[in-house]
């Protein structure tokens, strides 16, 4: 065994438990996600640091009453934003007072008020063009609270009086105090490199280059299995070839299963780790509106893929990876605050040029819209008078929901199903009604 080796079969399973509790929540505190899941990552704490390392690269970090898995990252993930209490997806301006709060409290004592920080975050933003806080303004005060409430959910912050809710409503009525958490804020902030160093956040994906053979397959072993815990499903086609081939392996199955007491399902386009465990963040099949009219119009894209007795859909080529990838570059690298660069590097690198022929089957943008319209009609008390209100909403936030996992790319004029889409295609939908009006 090369991994867990130190731990026995009876506590196996508690030992998985603690490493997926970590892949979900990098960052855990004596409150965060809750007050056992600090206690369980102790218990295992070296033999964690070192799977982790071995495994996937990744650095476990205690810090006090603070634990931070600090990954490697082999790309800019968009699937992943920083949500709000209530179910709100941060924007910039909302990452940018997360920022500059985390700033200000790392020059801050053992407490703060909730005014005192957002004056020090208010004179910080002001000198940045574009961004600005003004309290009185209603807009700013929700996104800076929404920024607080995000520390303090994950007890960065502990409210010890007061209420933010009631600075919200009234900054000149109401206030609150907070205690400061020094190491969840150590362990939150721990860029690779001085960002005043840097001209792009391609930096910050950067790795020494490896030595060796033995070197190169280790760390093409370790980038496959972090593709398997970190993407819905892995497909060869996405991949290189020397990480494809760990994913071909025997290897990898039995290193997973582990590492995380789950299973890897291979088939023909590539693997993915099946969520016996409840572990994901989120999951597909889900529950609510948009996650029920997701998998109904995976059936229909599935059923129009495979029909014989329908019209071909047309093929496209799918969109360059690599192109993606750097414009999704290019929009972060917009936020950089250039006047603060010191050391400014000659920027050489380009995207390497693809070569994927791999052509995948176009659904237009108007079956797409033809089928949430015959989901709501055949299961219309299934959806809320909002959703028949507004169908292009739901198809827009169903396709979104298949993109996430993997199951379609979107392109302009519809969606190219991707082979995952397949396996929905003899689902046999439960919808739970529900009164319309």
């Not at 200000?104 to 703060?112: F, K, N, T």
């Not at 995380?260 to 609510?288: I, N, Q, Y």
Request: hydrophobic letters at 45%; glycine letters at 8%.
């Amino acid at each position: 065994m090369r991994f867990a080796a130190n731990v026995s079969d009876l506590e196996l399973g508690d030992y998985q438990r603690a490493l997926r509790l970590l892949l979900r929540h990098p960052l855990i505190t004596t409150t965060w996600p809750d007050e056992k899941a600090l206690p369980r990552i102790r218990r295992f704490a070296a033999t964690l640091r070192e799977d982790l390392a071995e495994a996937f690269g990744y650095r476990l970090d205690l810090h006090g009453a603070t634990a931070r898995l600090v990954r490697t990252s082999d790309g800019l993930n968009p699937d992943r934003p920083a949500v709000s209490r209530t179910g709100r997806v941060f924007d910039r301006r909302r990452y940018a007072y997360l920022s500059l709060c985390l700033a200000v409290l790392g020059r801050a004592g053992i407490q703060i008020t909730l005014s005192e920080l957002a004056d020090s975050v208010a004179g910080d933003a002001n000198r940045i063009g574009g961004l600005g806080l003004d309290p009185d303004n209603g807009a700013d005060r929700r996104a800076f609270v929404d920024a607080v409430a995000w520390l303090e959910e994950r007890g960065v912050l502990r409210l010890t009086d007061g209420s933010s809710a009631s600075w919200a409503s009234d900054p000149g009525v109401g206030e609150a105090l907070y205690d400061i958490t020094r190491g969840a804020i150590l362990a939150l902030f721990q860029p690779p490199r001085v960002l005043q160093h840097i001209e792009s956040a391609a930096a910050l994906l950067e790795r020494p280059a490896t030595t060796s053979g033995n070197a190169q397959r280790r760390a093409d072993a370790q980038t496959a299995r972090r593709a398997v815990v970190e993407r819905p499903v892995v497909y060869y086609a996405d991949v290189p070839a020397d990480v494809g081939n760990h994913l071909r392996g025997q290897t990898l199955p039995a290193d997973l299963a582990r590492l995380t007491g789950l299973h890897v399902e291979r088939r023909a386009e590539g693997v993915l780790l099946v969520d016996t465990a409840g572990w994901s963040a989120e999951r597909f099949p889900g529950t609510g509106s948009v996650a029920q009219a997701a998998i109904l119009l995976a059936v229909e894209v599935a059923d129009r893929v495979l029909d014989p007795d329908g019209r071909r859909a047309r093929r496209m080529a799918v969109p360059d990876p690599a192109e993606a990838a750097a414009e999704l570059l290019r929009n972060v690298d917009t936020g950089l605050p250039a006047a603060t660069l010191v050391l400014p590097e000659d920027p050489t690198a380009r995207p390497d040029e693809a070569s994927d022929e791999q052509r995948l089957p176009l659904i237009t943008e108007s079956f797409l819209r033809e089928a949430t319209d015959g989901i709501l009609r055949e299961y219309g008390s299934a959806f809320g008078a909002a959703w028949h209100a507004d169908p292009e909403r739901l198809r827009s936030e169903a396709v979104a929901l298949l993109a996430r996992f993997g199951a379609v790319i979107v392109v302009p004029g519809g969606v190219l199903a991707r082979p995952l889409i397949g396996r929905y295609r003899n689902t046999v939908a439960e919808v739970k009604q529900r009164t319309l009006f």
